[in-house]
C-alpha cells in the first residue's frame, strides 16, 4: 500500500510539474499576443506532441510574432522562410556550394535547419516548393544531392497561411495538410486584449523583452513524460470509432487517416498533462477535434456546394459516437 502511495504522489506531482512548465511558457508567449491564449496552448501542445501547426488567417494578427516569441521562450534556433512564387526547394533545406580553393562541396544548411521554422505565407508559393517541407515535416531530415542530413529536434514548423480567396495564392496539397497536427485561426483579439497591445506594446518592441523559461532539454523531457500518459483501452476504442464514423459519412469524401488516429493519440496525452492529470479524458479529445481533424477531411462536392464545413461535419460526428462511461466501482 505504501509503495502504491508512494507512486501516486510522483506521478501527481509530475503531472503537476508538467502543467507548470507549461504554464510558464505560455505566460511568455502571451506577453507578444495578447488575448489569444487559447492558441498559444494549443501551440505548445503541438510542439509537445512533436507536431506542426498550420496558422490560418488575415495578415496582422499576430502569426509572425507567435513564432518568433515561441523560439525565444524555449532559447531554441529560430528559421525562417518567407514563401513567395520564385521561392526554389533549395531556399528551404539549403544547397552544396563548390568550394574551388577546397575542390570540394559544401553544404550550406537553410532555413530550415532550426528549432522553430516559420514557413510565412506558405500558400503564396508553387506546390512544388511547399512539398520541400513534406520530408524535414514527416521525417526530420533533408536530402540534398543524395546526402541526408537530420534535423536538430525539437524540430516545429509553424506555417502561416492567407485564406485562399486572397490574389496570389495557391492551395496546400492534400498530402502535405495531413503533415500537420493541427490547423487554427488566429482571429482578431478582443477589445480589451487590443487597447493592451496599444498600451504595452506602443513604443517598444515586445520580442525584445521575451526571455527563455524552458529549454530546449527540457521540451524533449516534457514530450517523453506526455508520451508515457496512461490512455485507457476505452479511450482508443472511441477514437478508432470515431475514425470509422468520418469514413462512413456520407457528406464525407475522406474520413480521418491512421495518422490522424495516431496524431489525436498523441495530442490528447499531452493536453491532458497541460491541464496537469495523468490521463486522458474524452473531453481532451472533443476539444482537441476541431484543430486536429478538420483540415484533414475532405467534404464531398455535393455538401461543398451546400456550403457544409469539414468542421460542421465533424461536430455531428462528435455529437453521434457515444462516448465512453467511466466504470462503476
Known sequence: MATSQRTATRTTASAGSFADAC???????????????????????ALLADGHVLLEDIPGVGKTSL??????????????????PDLLPTDV???????????????????????IVLA?????ASPKTQSSLLEAMAERQ??????????TAPFLVIATQNPIEHEGT??????????????????????????????SHGQVNPLDSVQPVLSTREILALRDAAAGLHVATPLKQYLVQLAEATRAHPQ???????RATLSMLRVSRVWAAMSGRDYVTPDDVKRLATPVLA????VTPEADLQGISSSAILDDVLDSVPVPRPRSS
Not at 511558457?25 to 501551440?43: H, Q, S
Not at 513564432?67 to 513567395?84: H, M, N, P, S, Y
Not at 510565412?120 to 503564396?124: A, H, L, M, P, V
Open 252 to 258: 464525407l469524401e475522406l474520413g480521418m487517416s491512421p
Open 170 to 199: 495557391f492551395p496546400l496539397p492534400d498530402s502535405q495538410l495531413d503533415r500537420f497536427l493541427m490547423r487554427i485561426d488566429v482571429g482578431y483579439p478582443g477589445a480589451a486584449a487590443e487597447l493592451a497591445m496599444l498600451e
Open 23 to 45: 504554464d510558464r511558457l505560455a505566460n511568455a508567449v502571451e506577453t507578444v499576443i495578447c488575448g489569444k491564449r487559447d492558441v498559444i496552448d494549443l501551440v505548445i501542445a
Open 295 to 298: 483540415h484533414r477531411l475532405l
Open 93 to 115: 533545406s539549403g544547397v552544396s556550394i563548390f568550394l574551388r580553393g577546397r575542390d570540394a562541396f559544401e553544404f550550406r544548411p537553410g532555413p530550415v535547419f532550426a528549432n
Open 142 to 151: 533533408v536530402t540534398v544531392d543524395g546526402t541526408t542530413y537530420e534535423l
Open 67 to 84: 513564432a518568433k516569441a515561441l523560439a525565444a521562450a524555449i532559447d531554441g534556433e529560430f528559421g525562417r522562410v518567407q514563401f513567395t
Open 120 to 124: 510565412d505565407e506558405i500558400n503564396r
